[in-house]
């Protein structure tokens, strides 16, 4: 197990936990190494990497944004989460859905993405392009809610392609192509002049076509009375 002090912008880290009398009587029972972006302390235990970070908690305070533990090769854990395994409050599994990404760039922390659920590095190509090395980073529970309280959690780049590619576009197409079919639907109902064809309504008569039947009963008629004369 390997214990990890990511350094501030512009700190030397290495350099300030060897100037100062303190810290250097600390750390005379380890072998720091020195970190492009901080300081690595190998073969540690839980209990001795939490005791450690304990003793020097000011410069972790002052001069640190990050302290890491390195359970095993490539997986890295929070402060918070490691204490929560060490108090057994957690336990460790072989996978944990509670995660971040740490980008780091020219020697220091460029910047930090909260990943989803059932997610990992692999799924977050674009963040890592940007970077120099990228550590996955297991955390507590209570820390990732926090992000999430905060609105930080990052989806996949595969599924903010297919956001952009939103089905309501075919929806509303469809939807268009819905009312055109509608609409010429009711054109082909409606007569030229804007009235309703006859075929439509046959027990509907125009005004027409009753003024011309009356027009023929008054003929009749009036041949009926010359008769009579």
Not at 93 to 108: P, S, V
Not at 177 to 185: R, V
Not at 198 to 211: A, N
């Amino acid at each position: 197990m390997n214990l990890i002090f990511i350094q501030k912008s512009g700190v030397d880290l290495y350099s300030i936990l060897y100037t100062s009398e303190t810290s250097r009587g600390i750390l005379k029972f380890y072998r720091p190494v020195r970190l492009d972006y901080g300081v690595l302390i190998e073969n540690m235990t839980l209990g001795s990497s939490l005791s450690l970070i304990s003793e020097i908690s000011w410069y972790v305070k002052r001069y640190m944004t990050e302290v890491l533990l390195e359970l095993s090769p490539d997986l890295f854990c929070s402060h918070a989460f490691s204490t929560d395994i060490y108090t057994r409050n957690s336990k460790l599994k072989e996978t944990w859905d509670y995660a971040k990404i740490i980008g780091i760039k020219n020697g220091e922390v460029l910047d930090e993405l909260w990943i989803s659920p059932h997610s990992s590095i692999e799924d977050y190509p674009k963040f890592c392009e940007a970077m120099d090395s990228v550590l996955e980073v297991w955390c507590s529970e209570n820390e990732w809610k926090a992000a999430e309280n905060d609105g930080l959690i990052a989806v996949p780049d595969e599924m903010k392609a297919s956001d952009a590619d939103s089905p309501d576009t075919e929806i509303s197409d469809a939807e268009s192509e819905e009312n055109d079919s509608e609409g010429n639907y009711s054109k082909e109902n409606v007569s030229e002049d804007g009235g309703s064809s006859d075929t439509d309504h046959p027990d509907t008569k125009s005004p027409d076509t009753e003024l011309s039947n009356t027009k023929l009963s008054d003929s009749e008629l009036s041949d009926t009375d010359s008769k009579k004369i």
